[in-house]
Every structure is written in C-alpha cells, then in structure tokens.
C-alpha cells in the first residue's frame, strides 16, 4: 500500500504524518529514513507508558507500508492545550495548573524500564558541537551531581502534547519517555515554555510572550505546591536540559540556549 491509498492525513510532524486508519486507529508513519528498529523502539517505549495506566493512547502493531514503518494508535480526538488556549486565553491560569497536575501524577509513577534520562542527556551534551569543551565539561559534571530516580518522565512535556478530549486531558508524543529524577522533567518543560522560539511573522509577539511568562510562572508555582521536594535544584536541571538541547539543531533558539547555558554555568561556578 501506497501513502497515497492511506485514510485521511491528520497531521505532518517533524518524524512522521499521521494517517486516519482503521475505526477508532490512526497510523504514525515515519519517514523513510527511519528504521524498523526506531519504530519498535517507540512502540516499546509507548507499551511500557501504557501499562502505567497514565492517560494515554493504547499501541496496536506495527505494519511496513510502501519500505516506511509506523505505528498503529488508539485515534484520540479533541484539540490540543495550546490549540485551545489559543482561542481562549482567558483559560491560562487553569491550564497551567493542569499541565503541573499531569506531569505530578506521571511522575507518581516508577518506570525502571525505561531509558535513564540521566544516560540521554549525557549523550545529547557530548553531541552539542556548538558547546565548548570546557563549558561541556562543566555542564556533565554537573548532570552527575544532580540527584538521579526511577520516576517516569515524559521527556518533551507542553501544551501541544496534551489533547483535551471527552474522557478527559490525554498525554502524546512519547519519544523521549525515560526514567529519571522528575526535576529533569519539569527542567526540559520549564525550557520549552519559556525559550522556544516564536515562528517569524507571528502576530502580537510582545502579547504572545508575555502570556507565555505567566502561564510558565504559574505552572511551575503549582507543581511545586504539588511535589514541593527539590525546587533548589531546578536551575542547574534547567542549565544541564538547555545544553542538551542544543543537540537537537534548532537554528531559531540556538542564540538564545547557547547563552542561557553559558550564564548558568558561569553562576555554577560561583556557587
């Protein structure tokens, strides 16, 4: 079967589209310089989030269409957080809260099988060309010092991986699942929310950032109600995340992280 014989495309993301497949199923199909190996990876990966019982959608198989692999899900219909945000903004303050509920329950939870987040963002800080030595240096010896635990973490938590259907908020998009310490969690969300970059033509930018800044504050001021243990390590989680998200090419925010890593790790060194 060809993509082009395939239901209804539904969505085209950076690794993959998604396809409308049989009822009640959508189909994750990579592009094709994806691996069957990478495929199983994430449907094993995402069968060990499911048996946690967090909200998520159920895997079926993985099929071969046309020398691409993909993945057959549970559909979940319903927009996203961001989406619905978008739309009604006077909502910010209850998604936040939402959002810091979602990632305290998942890390509620023990996933030992899973990738070691700390092990994953080792790897990304050795690959980051742009981060000097001495700076990388600094930022893994940092990582481990920080504390380590079996929690699950989602790894790439934020409103757009949140869809708010009829039974309830559903957690997508687990890739990067991993177990871990849940400060690394909330560092890698608490960077997305605050330093992702913006498209180029986005309209009421100086609104649009500012309303960012107040649904980050009170995301992070909820959480921290919610699992208060740890707060006093969020900035060097948030400089060890930042750097290894470097790793991931994002021309946009490159300026921007490579700064925020230098400055942390230069008050780093002064404590």
Not at 93 to 98: G, T
């Amino acid at each position: 079967m060809a993509p082009s014989s395939l239901g209804v495309l539904i969505a085209r993301g950076r690794t993959a589209e998604l396809y409308a497949w049989q009822t009640g199923q959508v189909l994750k199909l990579f592009y094709p310089e994806y691996s069957a190996a990478a495929v199983e990876y994430e449907a094993r990966i995402a069968r060990i989030v499911v048996a946690t019982g967090i909200p998520v959608p159920a895997v079926s198989d993985i099929v071969e269409i046309d020398a691409r692999y993909g993945v057959i899900y549970e559909r979940v219909d319903g927009p996203s957080m961001l989406t619905t945000l978008s739309q009604k903004p006077w909502r910010l303050f209850c998604f936040a809260r939402l959002l810091a509920e979602l990632q305290a329950a998942l890390h509620a939870q023990s996933a030992p099988e899973l990738p070691s987040c700390h092990q994953q963002l080792a790897d990304s800080i050795r690959r980051a060309g742009s981060l000097p030595a001495e700076i990388k240096e600094v930022v893994l010896h940092t990582l481990h010092a920080l504390p380590d635990d079996k929690r699950l973490l989602h790894g790439d938590l934020h409103p757009d991986n949140i869809l708010l259907t009829r039974r309830g908020p559903i957690i997508i998009d687990w890739a990067n699942a991993a177990y871990g310490c849940p400060l690394a969690d909330v560092g890698r969300t608490s960077l997305l929310l605050s330093t992702t970059a913006l498209l180029p033509g986005t309209p009421r930018r100086s609104m649009i950032e500012a309303t960012r800044q107040w649904f980050h504050r009170m995301y992070l001021k909820h959480y921290f109600r919610l699992r208060p243990m740890g707060r006093e390590h969020l900035a060097a989680w948030q400089v060890v995340v930042a750097a290894a998200r470097l790793d991931e090419n994002v021309p946009a925010e490159h300026t921007r992280l490579l700064a925020l890593v230098i400055v942390g790790v230069a008050r780093l060194r002064q404590e």
